[in-house]
Nanobody
Framework: QLQLVEDGGGLVQAGGSLRLSCTAS????????LGWFRQAPGKEREFVAA????????YYADSVKGRFTISRPNANNTLYLQMNTLKPEDTAVYYC??????????????????WGQGAQVTVSS
Protein backbone atom coordinates (compact mmCIF):
# COMPACT_ATOMS: atom_id res chain seq x y z
CA GLN A 1 0.00 0.00 0.00
CA LEU A 2 1.39 3.37 -1.02
CA GLN A 3 1.48 6.08 1.62
CA LEU A 4 2.24 9.73 0.92
CA VAL A 5 3.63 12.31 3.33
CA GLU A 6 3.91 16.00 2.46
CA ASP A 7 6.36 18.45 3.97
CA GLY A 8 7.41 22.05 3.40
CA GLY A 9 4.27 24.07 3.92
CA GLY A 10 4.20 27.24 5.95
CA LEU A 11 3.60 30.98 6.03
CA VAL A 12 5.19 33.24 3.44
CA GLN A 13 4.70 36.79 2.23
CA ALA A 14 3.29 37.50 -1.20
CA GLY A 15 6.04 37.24 -3.81
CA GLY A 16 7.93 34.65 -1.81
CA SER A 17 8.66 31.00 -2.49
CA LEU A 18 8.08 27.62 -0.89
CA ARG A 19 8.91 24.08 -1.89
CA LEU A 20 6.63 21.22 -1.01
CA SER A 21 7.94 17.67 -0.94
CA CYS A 22 6.06 14.39 -0.98
CA THR A 23 7.69 11.17 0.10
CA ALA A 24 6.36 7.72 -0.65
CA SER A 25 6.47 4.76 1.66
CA UNK A 26 5.20 1.24 1.31
CA UNK A 27 5.84 1.30 -2.43
CA UNK A 28 7.86 3.41 -4.82
CA UNK A 29 6.50 5.82 -7.41
CA UNK A 30 7.59 3.62 -10.30
CA UNK A 31 4.95 3.71 -13.06
CA UNK A 32 2.67 6.02 -11.04
CA UNK A 33 1.10 9.20 -12.29
CA LEU A 34 1.70 11.91 -9.67
CA GLY A 35 0.29 15.32 -8.93
CA TRP A 36 -0.71 18.10 -6.57
CA PHE A 37 -4.16 19.39 -5.71
CA ARG A 38 -5.19 22.14 -3.32
CA GLN A 39 -8.24 23.19 -1.36
CA ALA A 40 -8.88 26.65 -0.03
CA PRO A 41 -11.42 27.32 2.75
CA GLY A 42 -14.95 27.17 1.41
CA LYS A 43 -13.84 26.01 -2.04
CA GLU A 44 -13.68 22.73 -3.87
CA ARG A 45 -10.49 20.79 -4.25
CA GLU A 46 -8.72 21.85 -7.45
CA PHE A 47 -5.98 20.59 -9.71
CA VAL A 48 -2.58 22.28 -9.45
CA ALA A 49 -0.02 20.19 -11.34
CA ALA A 50 0.72 16.67 -12.56
CA UNK A 51 3.60 14.68 -13.98
CA UNK A 52 3.53 11.48 -15.99
CA UNK A 53 5.76 8.54 -15.32
CA UNK A 54 6.64 7.94 -18.96
CA UNK A 55 8.59 10.85 -20.41
CA UNK A 56 8.01 13.09 -17.43
CA UNK A 57 5.46 15.32 -19.17
CA UNK A 58 4.13 18.01 -16.86
CA TYR A 59 0.73 19.69 -16.65
CA TYR A 60 -0.34 22.85 -14.80
CA ALA A 61 -3.46 24.74 -13.91
CA ASP A 62 -3.57 28.08 -15.71
CA SER A 63 -3.53 29.88 -12.36
CA VAL A 64 -0.05 28.54 -11.48
CA LYS A 65 1.56 28.12 -14.89
CA GLY A 66 4.92 29.91 -15.03
CA ARG A 67 5.12 30.16 -11.22
CA PHE A 68 4.99 26.55 -10.01
CA THR A 69 7.15 23.61 -11.07
CA ILE A 70 6.42 19.96 -10.41
CA SER A 71 9.38 17.59 -10.46
CA ARG A 72 10.36 14.07 -9.64
CA PRO A 73 14.19 14.04 -9.60
CA ASN A 74 14.32 10.80 -7.69
CA ALA A 75 11.97 8.73 -9.76
CA ASN A 76 11.39 6.25 -7.02
CA ASN A 77 9.92 8.01 -4.03
CA THR A 78 10.04 11.81 -3.92
CA LEU A 79 7.86 14.43 -5.59
CA TYR A 80 8.31 18.20 -5.37
CA LEU A 81 6.29 21.32 -6.03
CA GLN A 82 8.39 24.47 -6.26
CA MET A 83 6.15 27.50 -5.78
CA ASN A 84 7.49 30.93 -6.73
CA THR A 85 5.93 34.38 -6.82
CA LEU A 86 3.26 33.24 -4.41
CA LYS A 87 -0.01 35.14 -4.17
CA PRO A 88 -2.57 35.34 -1.36
CA GLU A 89 -4.98 33.36 -3.55
CA ASP A 90 -2.52 30.43 -3.43
CA THR A 91 -3.40 29.99 0.24
CA ALA A 92 -4.76 26.45 0.64
CA VAL A 93 -4.07 22.97 1.90
CA TYR A 94 -1.93 21.22 -0.71
CA TYR A 95 -2.26 17.49 -1.32
CA CYS A 96 0.18 15.12 -2.96
CA UNK A 97 -1.63 12.49 -5.05
CA UNK A 98 -0.77 9.33 -6.93
CA UNK A 99 -2.46 6.83 -9.22
CA UNK A 100 -1.22 3.50 -10.54
CA UNK A 101 -1.88 4.67 -14.09
CA UNK A 102 0.15 6.65 -16.57
CA UNK A 103 -2.24 9.01 -18.36
CA UNK A 104 -2.49 12.59 -19.53
CA UNK A 105 -6.15 12.67 -18.37
CA UNK A 106 -4.84 13.66 -14.98
CA UNK A 107 -6.63 16.79 -13.80
CA UNK A 108 -9.59 15.22 -12.02
CA UNK A 109 -9.94 14.36 -8.35
CA UNK A 110 -11.56 10.91 -8.79
CA UNK A 111 -8.62 9.61 -10.82
CA UNK A 112 -6.29 9.46 -7.85
CA UNK A 113 -6.26 6.53 -5.45
CA UNK A 114 -3.66 7.82 -3.03
CA TRP A 115 -3.67 11.14 -1.15
CA GLY A 116 -1.33 12.63 1.39
CA GLN A 117 -2.55 14.22 4.59
CA GLY A 118 -2.12 17.74 3.24
CA ALA A 119 0.26 20.63 3.89
CA GLN A 120 -0.97 24.12 4.76
CA VAL A 121 0.38 26.97 2.65
CA THR A 122 -0.52 30.48 3.76
CA VAL A 123 0.46 33.53 1.73
CA SER A 124 0.08 36.89 3.44
CA SER A 125 -0.47 40.11 1.53
Amino acid sequence: QLQLVEDGGGLVQAGGSLRLSCTASGRTFIYFGLGWFRQAPGKEREFVAAIRWSGGSTYYADSVKGRFTISRPNANNTLYLQMNTLKPEDTAVYYCVAVDLDTDYNRIVPLYDYWGQGAQVTVSS
